[in-house]
């Protein structure tokens, strides 16, 4: 079934978002953002908007199946499923700070994928250096105030400021963190700002300045390819494949 908001049932509805939630993380393991215990996604429940399906603590991005993904209420409480060590302090933190803040946002990603920690270090936002980076210009900021592990909820909160209106957020010396009206969309744009970081890392080694496209042009760009739509439609895709490679996920 392609997403167009029309479910016959509310169970119809959410099998459809945990497939979906199991699929990227079965993605973000194929392209190596899979770090030890580091990571989390999360996608409001379609039924309660209150409450969250999120990976289970400690199970490997490469092995999450929709059944066995938890659901869990803004305190962290786990409401649904009983699968791996239950949840990671940190998605506590961060996810329910940006759902309660951002209505709008039904789903957040975030993993420690090595070009957005590497790029994180720098303390910068991206550059529209080429027409896949125009997709960031001007949706994305900077949280700049690393303390450590994100687990206190006040921490939580100031990403959630920092990420304001925009898509996406640079956690400085830590990583990306992405959003979406849809988990599509959320994987999709961590997918692609981790290659837009590599690019900009890999044209600046060379120690050349790259040229900018300039600023009426890239938020043209951005208009074209930022969109909602965009990041579900560049989804599928990667979801068809995922699923023919690992079709238990969606069990």
Known sequence: MMYDGTFHSVEEERQFVKQRLAASFRLFSKFGFNDGSAGHITVRDPENKHHFWVNPFMVHFGQVKASELLLIDEDGNVLKGEYGNGINGAAIAI?????????????????????????????????????????????????NDYTGVVYDDSEGDRIARALDSNKAVILQNHGLLTTGQSVDEAAWWFIAMERACQVQMTVESTGSKPILIDAEHAIHTQKQMGLPEIGREEFKPLYDMITKEHPDLVK
Not at 101 to 108: G, S
């Open 95 to 143: 996810h329910s700070a940006i759902h309660k803040a951002r209505p709008d946002v039904n789903a957040a990603a975030h993993a420690h994928s090595p070009y957005g920690m590497a790029w994180s270090t720098l303390g910068r936002t991206l550059d529209p250096i080429t027409q896949d980076a125009c997709t960031f210009y001007n949706d994305h900021s900077i949280f």
